[in-house]
């Protein structure tokens, strides 16, 4: 009799914390939109020049290059990996894309088809690597990046590539919207970030890569092909790479063998920052357009009232370690 | 009167020639005969025999190392055995991963738990098979059905008993007992022939171990045979119509629960009478 009173009081107590902790998502998604809108309030304040269309077009095109890496780096992250060579992939497919078509000559879209493709060999042998050999994330992507740094350097002879054709630079292009210039490049990382949502949230394919990062052994269990969709994440990533090393080129008009140097540890950020765990299996890549646009507000704005952009990666640095700290903290109650 | 049925030493089962006496048998869905299966020195089965029958649930129980995991993981396709043969209805089938004894209609409840923590009932439910919308939006965009899901999800909980109402809520926001019914009511959703369960009242309090006893009798209930692994003795008996006893990578023997004491099955189970000598319970 006692023990049966005690089982119902247990379950009636787990039951009152279940529904403590179905409201603790919304925190984890709540977290970088409330981040980000007192960055905005504050910096509105701050600087009558911040709420403007052409500030925030500034700031969409400063985000651009690391928010689209940030897509590939939250597929991954979600898988329960992590990508330290993406930078470096997109440094490599910017220095053959610019190149190919001004060294060697070629047609400015073959050039582009082939960074493309280069960017997603990488990104398949980072995925190989971690799928086949059970590599650690950590390790392969490491031992890549250094790969793609050298192979970027050796076949630029560190040497930057100007005069670019014009078909390379069409991202840059602006049309307007009102008042307010908008560049094709921020448009289509919008639309990647739309595509990335869907796939993730809308179909089987994005319902497995979360089984795999939260639950591998479940996944596999449960008849996904838990290798397959590893492998297709970090090919993907790398094509998203390679559409991320053209944004580059179309931002800053060269090729660049020095380019995107800190470009992994910032599309980290920004998949931190956003939310999603990286321990996988939960976040989502709204949460990462969100973190892209908080660094990119501080920094912005930081520039607006004249203090020091130094003070960007301090506040970047305390905010990486509140954001996983409540990720820690969420996963603890539930565990 | 003898208590075992369908006991058979081991090396009439190595001999060859009874195996072949009661197949084609009807009332047999799942069957398999001399499975072997070695990692490295280790032989987790070695020669193992089986078999399930129509509506029955069947205990597997043994000591640890027996061969009880390696067994189940052969006959859910989560292991491909060395040697020996697993027949559905007395056909032979080569499960070379979980999915094709899915197929065949088996569905498996792992002993972890194949759910995935983070995310909601209804996706855990359907997951790895996901509902797609229909026409164009599902072939070609492959755009989940969503409410279908989530539907379909609701029905099987209720035909099951299952008390829980919102299949949005992560698993993870579950109980035991409640986590372990969604594993159950997936199993019970899509098998079309058996529903496996690996210790699914292990991690489980009392009550909630009732509660997935009387699943496993709904289940049975309603025409689904269930394999039964566990290694707690009174639940074997309380919900079993007969228990396959595993030992040394082998079948010792079968017992029926109603023949036979607690004390019986444990002194097979460990060895303590010979599985050679004469039947144990009530000789």
Known sequence: MASTKAAGAEIKLRNSVGSFAKNAPDLATLGPV????LAGLFFSIKSDRFLTGGNFSLILQQVMVVGT??????????????????????????????KLAVDAGLNPFLAIGLGLLACTAFGLLNGGLVTTIRLPPFIV?????????ALTHIYSNEETISDLPAALTYLGKTFNVGQTEITYGSLLMIALFGIAWCILTQTSAGRHIYAVGDNPEGA?????????VVLTVYAVAGFIYGIASLL??????????????TDNLDSITAVVLGGTSLFGGRGSVAGTLLGALIVGVIRNGLQLIGTKSIYQVLITGILVILAVAIDQLARRRKA | MRGTMDYRAPQ???????????????????????LVKRYGQVTCLDGCDFDLRVGEVLAVIGDNGAGKSSLI?????????????ILVDGEPVRFHNPTDARRYGIETVYQDLAVAPALDIATNMFLGRELRRKGPLGRYLRILDKPAMKHQAEQEMSKLKIGLRSMTSPVENLSGGQRQGVAV????????RLVIMDEPTAALGVRETGQVLDLIRRIRDRGLPVILISHNMPNVFEVADRIHIQRLGRRAAVVLPTECTMPEVVAIMTGATSTGGPAPAGA
């Open chain 2, 185 to 192: 009511a997936r199993a019970a959703a899509f098998a079309q």
């Open chain 1, 34 to 37: 409330i981040a980000l809108v």
């Open chain 1, 220 to 228: 596999r269990l449960t008849g996904i092909r838990t290798r397959r």
């Open chain 1, 69 to 98: 890496l940030a897509i590939g780096q939250t597929l991954i992250i979600l898988t329960a990996g992590i990508d330290l060579s993406n930078g470096a992939i997109m440094a490599l497919g910017n220095i053959l894309i610019t």
């Open chain 2, 12 to 34: 009439t089962i190595d001999s060859g020639a009874p195996q072949t006496a009661d197949s084609g048998r009807k009332d047999i869905v799942l069957e398999a005969r001399g």
């Open chain 1, 248 to 261: 580059l080129v179309s931002r800053t008009g060269v090729g660049d063998p020095n380019a995107g140097q």
């Open chain 1, 141 to 149: 992507t490491l031992g890549t990046l250094n790969i793609a740094f």
């Open chain 2, 73 to 85: 993981k052969a006959l859910s396709g989560a292991l491909i055995p060395d040697e020996g043969q």
